[in-house]
């Protein structure tokens, strides 16, 4: 088995262990794109580890961040980046430690794209931490839920022009689409923030305010995906919208996330669909 094969079922594996809202739709993808989708991925899950880490002191995550980010702007030395991470490998997960290896994964003629944008989500990131995320107005809210999500959708967006030159998406949609989803996970997380000490909401807004920021945002991911004519990337768009969107529900009657039940009898009614 050559090295790339390995590499890509390493990838997948990964992806699996790291997010399985995501590991579902990816295989709705066609396998060159479902490989590079894969690889853009991991890079960014790999940045949002040491953003999340719970242990790591802010000081450290912002000098790692701003680091990497610099490293993505030029050709990327993997033998540099395991020095930079070496003194925090022990506490760092299995998909930070290998960012190498996903940037090696994506195709050649594309991933200068995905190295960019994870260096600016890195870099917002790194903004992000020296602000202590204090979150003040919704201009704020929307500016940290730009680096950490609507980038993915724009990254998104570049991916499926590449991969076919006739899909034409709209900008601030990708970013609503990002967006809507991050909003999902924060109204989920709340209570776990809310005890580091984080609190993702405007001064003065309630989670009632939340609710409607991530609906508005989801029903323009919507509008996103009707731009795309194109079956498989319409499945994979799809499905983490009918998610977090039965989770947005399943919210408001007070319980904390839907069941595997619920989510295969969404993925099924999705299947059935196209």
Known sequence: MSEAVILHREAM?????TSRTFFIPINFLEPTLRKTVASAYLCMR???????HPDM????????????????????DAEKYRELIKPYENSLPIVTKRLADWILLCPPDVVEKVKESTAV?????????????????????????????????CMLSDLWKWHDSNIETDREKAIAF???L?????????????????????????????????????AMGSEYVKDINNRSITMFCKLPLALASSTLKA??????KISRKEVESIVKELESQH
């Open 178 to 180: 990002g967006r809507g």
């Open 251 to 256: 919210m408001k009657i007070g319980r904390e």
């Open 46 to 52: 790999a940045i949002d580890e040491i953003e999340d």
């Open 57 to 76: 002191e802010a000081e450290t995550k912002r000098q790692l961040l701003t680091s990497i980010s610099e490293s993505l702007k030029t050709t990327f």
């Open 13 to 17: 594996d990964v992806l699996k262990q």
């Open 121 to 153: 989500m890195a870099e917002g990131m790194a903004k992000w931490i020296d602000k202590d995320w204090r979150i003040k107005t919704k201009e704020d809210l929307d500016d940290y839920t730009y680096y950490v999500a609507g980038l993915v959708g």
């Open 182 to 218: 991050q909003a999902v996970n924060i109204l989920r997380n709340q209570d776990e923030d809310w005890e580091r000490g984080v609190r993702f909401l405007p001064d003065d807004w309630d989670r009632e305010d939340l609710f409607l920021y991530a609906k508005q945002n989801l």
